[in-house]
């Protein structure tokens, strides 16, 4: 396992944009598959986006598809999800996570064995 550590989450206006970023400890980041999920009120957790291990192939929700992008950095441990156009739907606890190990891309949060804490992103109509 990996410990992550999520921030840059905020208030912004509809239309604006916010960059989260997702720091790993040890030595594991790597190897892992990283992924994006999110959380609304009354709702249960819904994957954003996931990318391997090099940075090289991403997959994304269809309702944020053209308006997140995944990527990472393996020399910082991070992770980034850039997010732009935002709408208030996508008000939400974002939690990165990691499958540390895998080559196979998942959207299924079963499958992350390590988890941040969560940052929270709100946008106002």
């Known amino acids: 396992q990996v410990q992550l550590v999520e921030s840059g989450g905020g208030l912004v206006q509809a239309g604006g944009s916010l960059r989260l970023s997702c720091t790993a400890s040890g030595r594991t980041f790597s190897a892992s598959i990283m992924g994006w999920f999110r959380q609304a009120p009354g709702q249960e957790r819904r994957f954003v986006a996931t990318i391997n291990r090099t940075g090289?192939?991403?997959?994304?929700?269809?309702?944020?598809?053209?308006?997140?992008?995944?990527s990472r950095d393996n020399a910082k441990n991070t992770v980034y999800l850039e997010m732009t156009n935002l709408k208030p739907?996508?008000?939400?606890v974002?939690?990165?996570?990691?499958?540390v190990g895998s080559i196979v891309f998942s959207s299924t949060g079963t499958r992350y064995d390590s988890w941040g804490q969560g940052t929270q992103v709100t946008v106002s109509s």
Request: hydrophobic share 30%.
């Open 56 to 70: 090289g192939r991403t997959i994304y929700a269809d309702s944020v598809k053209g308006r997140f992008t995944i």
């Open 89 to 92: 739907e996508d008000t939400a």
């Open 94 to 99: 974002y939690y990165c996570a990691a499958d």
